[in-house]
Structure formats: C-alpha cells, structure tokens
C-alpha cells in the first residue's frame, strides 16, 4: 500500500502502472486457464453448489466482482490491467455461450444435463448418483413444490438450474404419501407400486 505521504497523482501510472506489454499476454493465459478450469470445477460440484444461477453465470460474477473490486481498492493495480482481465473475461463468457450454441459437444461438457428422478409415481434411484442428490433431498423438493403424494406425480425432472420441474396426474391417487410423519421408510417407495 502507497503512504499517504508517498502518493502523488499521476494518471499514466494509474492507468498503465510500471509493467510491460508481456503482462498483457500472462493475463490472457491466466484468464484462459482459470476459467476454463473453474467452470470445469463448477459442474463436477453440482447442481446444488450452483442453484439457480448457471455454472458460467456465477464465474462471471466472481470473476468480474474480483477484477472490479481489485482495480478499485488497490492503487497498485494498473487500470489497464483490471480494465483487461475484465474484458478477457466478459469475451471468453461470450465465446463459451456462442460454442455452447453452436456445438452440442460443447453445451454438454459445460451444462449440468437435466436428470429425471420420479417416473409414474416412482423414485428413479438409479438416476441418483448422476445427479448428486439423495432420497431425502428428492422428497424435500417435491414438498418444496406442493407435492403431498409420490403417487401423483408422473415425471419430475432435475434441471441443471438444481430445481425439480414436476409434471402431475389430473387425477392422481393418493397411495404413497411423502410428508414427513407419513414415511416409514423411504426404501420402500419403489416397492410399494
């Protein structure tokens, strides 16, 4: 940190600092590596670790807020440098949108795919592990969303967004309720039908 004292303004140097060119070409090669690895890192968390937000969505925000943030506080950091990360990174969020478009190579190795978890009233428990979720956190989402009876539900599908999408019977019976005081064992879902 400057001292007070110390400081003097000089508009070149805050904006340029005291580096050379060749610091452009590492933040390029920074940027490159840490965002690929992290949006990488992202999806082999999971779905429950992004929520609502997608996995390249939230990079952008801790990204941006760091460069933002960095080139704000620090009066060490060069504008031009923050000013460059900042436009790697809103550049390299629009090529990988634009990939995720055009290629479905692409679009699978950077989105969470969508999982389906109940078909016809019963727990899809092989699809479980795919999607990084539990019995338990199935039946909170389906309580979470209104759904009192497993029975009445003819899919429900896991979205990469971590949010159960549920399509229900017009007229479902009630057989297999999933309220908390109603489950004995939650093993037996699947033997219950």
């Given at each position: ?88 990174v809103a550049a390299f969020q629009k090529l990988v949108v634009d990939l995720q478009i055009k290629y479905e190579s692409v679009r699978k190795l950077t989105h969470l795919p969508t999982t389906k978890l109940v078909e016809n009233g019963k727990l899809l428990k092989e699809n479980f592990p795919a999607a ?62």
């Amino acid at each position: 940190m400057i001292e007070g004292n110390e400081y003097s303004f000089d508009f070149l140097r805050i904006l340029f600092g005291d580096f050379s060119l060749m610091i452009y070409v590492e933040i390029i090669c920074r940027v490159v590596i840490i965002m690929s690895y992290t949006m990488l890192l992202i999806k082999w968390i999971g779905k429950r670790a992004v929520g609502n937000l997608g996995s390249a969505d939230i990079l952008l925000i801790v990204a941006m807020g760091s460069a933002v943030g960095d080139a704000m506080f620090y009066p060490t950091i060069p504008l031009a440098v923050a000013l460059t990360v900042i436009s790697l990174v809103a550049a390299f969020q629009k090529l990988v949108v634009d990939l995720q478009i055009k290629y479905e190579s692409v679009r699978k190795l950077t989105h969470l795919p969508t999982t389906k978890l109940v078909e016809n009233g019963k727990l899809l428990k092989e699809n479980f592990p795919a999607a990084d979720i539990d019995n338990e956190d199935v039946l909170m989402l389906l309580r979470q969303s209104g759904i009192r009876d497993l029975s009445v539900v003819q899919h429900a599908y896991y979205e990469r967004s971590g949010a159960l999408s549920i399509f229900k019977y017009e007229n479902g019976n009630l057989i297999t309720s999933i309220l908390p005081e109603d489950i004995e064992d939650i093993d037996t879902f699947s033997s219950k039908k």
